[in-house]
């Protein structure tokens, strides 16, 4: 069972010495879901790390030394042995994951709308549960020529500091015809020069290929595929893409995206289902900014593709590609092949930010100077830290760089807003399995004979602690998604599927801290996948394509009047199953 909100790295706390009894985190007769949360992260530290449960001299000399002085190398980020290469959808069966909780979409002083340093960044999202973090600023003439490399030593420094984090440079990626993306690398003495080389090649704002034609949608393939060969060739171990905001301003269309999946299976592997920003929607009234959640308020420009009016909102904080079912997203798996969700903060400037631009000539020094105290409150931002809202969790192998990018291109991941779940595991098994571990997880693929009864198991740890607007958030339903695999579509500007449907919904009854359960998939007589999604069902309505395929999913979120802590969900990644 993945618990991805027990990571809330405190650890320069001072674990107390006097006394005989054991400190709480070290006191394994506690339930990990009865500490604080300081303590379920120093559990959690010593357990990664080897040293929990090790007898009463270690624990003691543990309480004496303080967490501090565990050695650097304890967390296991020795790449060396990382990750696992799986090849199939039956990988991990025998054994549980690692669920690290992480975000790809981070900006700092070296964008132009940024604000933070690097170390900002990370001690905050460290700070709020993340196990992961990736630096993405934006794409420019500016951060090609200068900033891609300058933010480098920060990035690294920060990997020094805070050694039980990992830390990735990438930058995001101006796609060119489209909207914007993140690209990052697996760390190395390359890591910088491939993305310098990518962005002045392939950067929409460095190239002048913003509109949407068809030589800039070639010239974005192009850059996918450089990518792909800067891995083949040894350059850097790994690279992946994800597309950010999709459907916010109507430019990434259904068949640009089909393109990125096609050209560079295994770099292209989704997009954000869920957008920063989440705090821009607080209403004025109530002190916030007043925009749009997500700042998702556009409209159609001549560089759109004709989607509804209806895409340019968010529904209950989700992209319109991701939440409505038998939508776009659906449309991309009912042909068979993988394309993953995320959730992440987006984080430029936090709401109720007191700090202002350090000034300088940021196109001249590609970067501002750090930021500094300008004495009033600024209600006007729209971000959370990275952690404090949105949380990506990845199901990984070891607590290493290689096993997260290895679990995010395997589509081990679920996503959730303001911490409505402590922790999922979701597998598809044969009916009556009862093994530990048994069935095939998120992202997975089970290929069985026609006939094979088959059965979906999710287990829920449930939230039980508040999370970082001090509530307990309680969850209400679980809704079961179910698909037909029928194949490449003819025109690849197909955004719906007629044979995706909420199939089958579970009440969440209260004062529970685990639910299971089992729903019968019945007999396999062809291919589909299946996936899940949860909401405290505060903000519930039919889906955009009718109550016969949706009865009770998101609501359109409301320009100015967006409240994110009132409208959680989670959101899980597919299972396909094969029938032959």
Do not use: C
Not at 288 to 300: D, I, T
Not at 320 to 328: D, E, I, K, N, S
């Amino acid at each position: 069972m993945g618990h991805g909100h027990g990571h809330h790295h405190h650890h320069h706390d001072e674990v107390g010495s006097g006394g005989g009894d054991l400190p709480a985190a070290l006191d394994l007769s506690t339930p990990d879901e009865e500490l604080r949360p300081e303590d379920r992260t120093r559990r959690a530290f010593l357990r990664r790390a080897g040293l929990l449960g090790a007898g009463v001299a270690a624990a003691g000399a543990l309480a004496g030394a303080g967490v501090n002085a565990l050695p650097a190398a304890a967390h296991g980020r020795d790449d060396e042995h990382g990750g696992g290469d799986d090849k199939d959808g039956n990988d991990g069966k025998s054994g549980s994951f690692r669920w690290l909780a992480g975000d790809h979409h981070i900006h700092t002083l070296y964008s132009s709308d940024g604000l933070y340093r690097v170390v900002d960044q990370v001690q905050h999202g460290r700070a709020y549960g993340l196990d992961w973090m990736v630096i993405t600023d934006h794409g420019s003439a500016a951060h090609a020529k200068i900033g891609v490399e300058k933010v480098n030593p920060d990035i690294r420094n920060a990997r020094e500091a805070f050694k039980d984090t990992l830390v990735f440079q990438g930058l995001e990626w101006n796609i060119p015809a489209a909207e914007h993306g993140t690209v990052f690398v697996h760390p190395g003495r390359n890591e910088v020069s491939v993305l310098k080389e990518f962005e002045n090649s392939f950067d929409s704002s460095v190239k002048g290929a913003g509109d949407s034609t068809p030589a800039n949608e070639a010239l974005a393939i192009s850059g996918l595929n450089f990518l792909e060969d800067a891995v083949r060739r040894g350059k850097v171990e790994h690279a992946l893409f994800l597309a950010n905001h999709p459907a916010r301003n109507g430019i990434d269309s259904p068949h640009e995206v089909r393109g990125w999946r096609d050209a560079a299976p295994g770099i292209a592997i989704g997009w954000e289902g869920a957008p920063g920003h989440q705090a821009a929607g607080l209403s004025k009234a109530n002190g916030g900014p007043g925009s749009a959640r997500g700042f998702y308020g556009n409209s159609p420009s001549a560089n759109s593709f004709p989607y509804p009016l209806e895409s340019y909102r968010t529904w209950g904080g989700f992209d319109w590609f991701t939440a409505t079912v038998g939508g776009l997203w659906d449309s991309l798996l009912a042909e068979g092949k993988p394309w993953w969700i995320t959730a992440n903060s987006d984080a430029h400037t936090i709401f109720l930010e007191t700090a202002v631009r350090g000034s300088t000539d940021f196109n001249a020094l590609g970067h501002y100077f750090d930021p500094v105290h300008g004495g009033t409150i600024n209600t006007t931002n729209g971000d959370f830290w990275p952690g404090y809202y949105s949380k990506t969790h990845v199901g990984a192998t070891t607590d290493s760089y290689k096993a997260v990018m290895d679990g995010l291109r395997l589509g081990r991941v679920w996503v959730d807003h303001g911490g409505l779940l402590a922790g999922l595991d979701m597998r598809v098994r044969k009916a009556g399995d009862r093994s530990r571990d048994g069935g095939t997880p998120l992202g997975g693929t089970v290929s069985v004979k026609r006939g094979t009864a088959l059965e979906l198991v999710i287990s829920i740890d449930l939230a039980v602690l508040p999370n970082f607007a001090e509530f307990v958030p309680k969850l209400a339903r679980v809704d079961v998604i179910r698909g037909k695999v029928t194949g490449r579509v003819q025109d690849r500007d197909t955004f719906t599927t007629p044979n995706t449907r909420v199939e089958k919904s579970f009440e969440v009854g209260a004062g529970q801290k685990k639910v299971s359960f089992t729903y019968a998939l019945g007999r396999a007589d062809s291919s589909y996948y299946v996936r899940v999604r949860g909401t405290d069902g505060n903000r519930v309505a039919p889906g955009y394509l009718g109550t016969s395929v949706d009865p009770h999913g998101p609501a359109i979120d409301v320009v100015g009047d967006a409240d994110p802590w009132a409208d959680l969900w989670f959101y899980t990644n597919p299972i396909f199953v094969e029938t032959h």
